[in-house]
């Protein structure tokens, strides 16, 4: 099955063609799953082996058999239902409907009106102040962790899931990438994700996969020589 561009989007079909007791205008049924036109929009052509036009299978009560079909011959299906390839596939020529803030706040049929009656998420003042003392009892946590860890200093990192690391301390503070106090470490072997920077922005100076930025709750400082893991062997 091939796709060509003429006057109107059209579709084209080889054989072999079974012998059939059905009159053609059922086979523009079977057509319509395949090329999308609407049955009742078809105009069907057919062509012999060398391309030659036969014949308009344009008979509703003609068998399909009646028409010189043999093997190799091609139906030709003209859509004249006015589509043209490819006309939604651009969006941005789709009218879209827009509604204005104020608007839609006061309908009563919409997904914030319902969230508003239902005291739910971020209107349920109660739960939203509840979550906003917790994030900024964990902030003072953070930050009462991280001011025991001075950059500089030598520490090993116990994330869940991970083997314990070492590294060498070389920034503490608040970042731009998620909310909260992180130290970053220079891991004494590649086993980071960064060389210090994280989206675009640099927090502190290493080679590439040496750099991690890890809560404080996981890093203990202290005298922690390096190891070698042996992954210069590697």
Request: net charge negative.
């Amino acid at each position: 099955m091939e796709v060509t561009g003429v006057s109107a989007p059209t579709v084209t079909g080889r054989g072999p063609w079974p012998p059939s007791p059905h009159p053609a205008s059922s086979s523009q049924c079977k057509l319509e799953l395949l090329v999308g036109s609407p049955a009742s929009c078809m105009e069907l052509e057919l062509y012999g082996v060398d391309d030659k036009f036969y014949s308009k299978l344009d008979q509703e009560d003609a068998l399909l058999g009646s028409y010189p079909v043999d093997d190799g011959c091609r139906i030709h299906v003209i859509d004249h239902s006015g589509a043209r390839l490819g006309e939604y596939e651009d969006v941005s020529r789709v009218e879209k409907y827009t509604i204005s803030q104020e608007a839609y706040d006061q309908r009563q049929d919409t997904v914030r009106s319902f969230l508003k009656r239902s005291k739910l998420g971020r209107y349920n003042e109660e739960e939203r102040a509840q979550q906003e003392a917790e994030a900024a009892q964990r902030l003072a946590e953070e930050k009462a962790q991280a001011s025991s860890i001075p950059v500089g200093s030598r520490c090993e990192v116990r994330a869940a899931g991970q083997s314990p690391r070492r590294g060498t301390v070389m920034y503490v503070g608040l970042t731009d990438f998620k909310p909260g106090y992180w130290i970053g470490v220079r891991y004494d072997e590649p086993l980071g994700k960064n060389d210090g920077s994280v989206n675009g922005k640099r927090y502190f100076e290493c080679q590439a996969k040496y750099g991690a930025f890890v809560k404080p709750a996981v890093v203990t400082v202290g005298d922690f020589p390096e190891e070698d893991y042996g992954l210069d062997e590697i």
